[in-house]
């Protein structure tokens, strides 16, 4: 655990940039700080490895105060990853990679092995390993950045703004990663970021900061959108946070069975198997898109389908299922199970009454629409 025993940072000039923080990040979890910009994030999370020096209070490392640890011995066992890796652009990108093991000593041989190994759990083709960050994508490098800070296998990752450079769909992307990435390793991680998705994303415990270095809340990220402890967070974590907590919840989505079609089926079935409009063409059991009868031909093709729409799993968030039914065009929001394979539809308003049957607590008959799992129909 790393903890912030009333730690404050005031730098020369009077700027009081942390303001006597008292936090836990427990073992093996992520802790993220967030809040606006200059509010101390990237000096809290620098006083850590210290690369700045708190001005009082301590910060302690498995109890041990690290003003006592030697900072090469400190730093040894943290791993730290900045915004858009923070590659030396004049090494390759195994060479930046083994930084750290070459540091410790490590012959040239097995640094390097290394490094290539981490390539691959950082999901970067072997090819990359002689290339100069220059040729990468911004997203390849963050990567890069994150296999860097995992070389030694530090238990302790610090991450300032890690996925910011980088455009909304990579983002997405290296998070989801980051998250089974963490799921495998198991780090302690404290991570920086100002926006409020990403902490609420991938935090199991949220820090929010207010500008002078004050810590206002420190909750998960439930806890937070529901009850964010005044009106500066309420503000910071935003208005749509209702919505947002629905990712929280996870209910018993009212699974519909859902009449498909095969490619090759004849028009006239798909005709009579669809509704409002809309058949769910599917192959295998598992679904490919959305056909509308204005668009058939003499039989369905998998070219003309449209899936259109989010995906749910059976099980998972009510946001997930209220978004798959919200951004369907038929409508009705394809379910799946975890292997991917179709287990029918479901509607906004029956996920709106599962919604409301969890925010009364009432645990009687499911809504009058959305009686759980039907097997779906097959064709
Ligand atoms: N070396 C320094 N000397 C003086 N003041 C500093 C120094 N570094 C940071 N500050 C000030 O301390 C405050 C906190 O800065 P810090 O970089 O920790 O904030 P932050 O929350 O990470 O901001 P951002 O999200 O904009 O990066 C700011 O007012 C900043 O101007």
């Given at each position: 655990m790393i903890r912030f025993e009333k730690v404050t940072k005031r730098y020369p000039?009077?700027?009081?940039?942390?303001?006597e923080v008292t936090l836990d990040a427990p073992t093996g979890a992520i802790t993220v700080l967030v809040g606006p910009s200059g509010c101390g994030k990237t000096t809290s999370l620098r006083m850590v490895n210290r690369m700045i020096e708190p001005t009082s209070g301590r910060i302690l490392l498995d109890d041990t105060?690290?003003?006592?640890?030697?900072e090469p011995a400190l730093r040894r066992g943290i791993g730290y990853v900045i915004q858009q890796g923070g590659?030396?652009?004049?090494?390759s990108i195994e060479r930046n990679i083994a930084t750290v093991p070459l540091l410790l000593g490590w012959e040239k041989k097995r640094a390097y092995a290394r490094a290539r190994e981490l390539l691959e759990v950082v999901g970067l083709?072997?090819?990359?390993?002689?290339?100069?960050?220059?040729?990468?994508s911004g997203g390849q490098q963050q990567r890069v950045g994150v296999a860097r800070a995992l070389a030694a296998d530090p238990p302790v990752m610090l991450m300032d703004e890690?996925?910011?450079?980088?455009?909304p769909v990579v983002r997405t992307q290296l998070q989801d990663e980051f998250l089974r990435l963490q799921g495998e390793l198991g780090k302690t991680i404290i991570l920086v970021t100002h926006d409020i998705d990403e902490a609420v994303k991938l935090g199991d415990l949220v820090a929010v900061l207010r500008v002078g270095g004050r810590l206002a809340q420190v909750a998960t990220p439930e806890e937070l959108l529901a009850h964010p402890a005044d009106d500066f967070v309420a503000d910071f974590v935003g208005r749509d946070r209702g919505y947002r907590a629905l990712s929280f919840v996870e209910g018993e989505v009212p699974v519909q069975a859902e009449p498909t079609v095969a490619p090759g089926d004849g028009a006239d079935l798909a005709r009579s198997r669809a509704v409002d409009g809309w058949v769910l063409v599917a192959e295998d059991g598992r679904p490919l898109g959305w056909l509308h009868?204005?668009?058939?031909?003499a039989e369905v093709s998998?070219?003309?389908?449209?899936?259109?729409g989010t995906l749910a799993t059976q099980g998972g968030p009510l946001r997930a299922a209220l978004d798959a039914a919200l951004s369907s065009p038929s409508g009705r929001g394809v379910v799946v199970d975890g292997d991917g394979r179709l287990l029918g539809t479901v509607r906004a308003r029956d996920v709106l009454a599962e919604v409301e049957r969890h925010r009364t607590g009432s645990t009687g008959q499911?809504?009058?629409?959305?009686?759980p799992t039907q097997a779906p129909v097959q064709t």
């Open positions: 000039g009077g700027t009081i940039a942390v303001d105060d690290t003003a006592r640890i030697p590659l030396f652009p004049h090494q083709p072997a090819e990359m390993a002689t290339r100069y960050p220059g040729q990468l890690p996925f910011s450079a980088v455009d009868t204005d668009w058939l031909r998998a070219d003309r389908v449209a899936l259109g499911a809504p009058a629409q959305g009686r």
